[in-house]
């Protein structure tokens, strides 16, 4: 998989979660903490052309995955597709 993106807050109990599947799934990530650098969730909206309501919003490579519902669900999609 490729270098997972995680836009978050520390402070967010699925912000956490993202982080630990990453880690117990060895999934490489860069974690950004938007209070730290200042990132709204207007700036990502802006960044993927529609709006976000929640954190985290996470990204793999590129591609804009959504928040940790639907991160969970690509993961466990990659991780079907890559047992067949």
């Known amino acids: 998989m490729e270098q997972v993106t995680i836009y978050g807050r520390s ?3 699925f912000c956490i979660r993202a982080k630990d599947l990453c880690e ?16 709204s969730k207007a700036d990502i ?3 993927i052309g529609k709006p976000v309501h929640t954190v985290p919003q996470i990204f793999v490579g590129q591609q804009h995955i959504g928040g940790f519902d639907d991160f969970y669900a690509y ?4 991780e079907a597709a890559a047992s067949r």
């Open 11 to 13: 402070s967010c109990g």
């Open 45 to 47: 909206a802006d960044k």
């Open 75 to 78: 993961v466990r999609e990659h």
């Open 24 to 39: 117990s799934m060895q999934v490489p990530y860069t974690w950004i903490d938007m209070m730290e650098k200042g990132i």
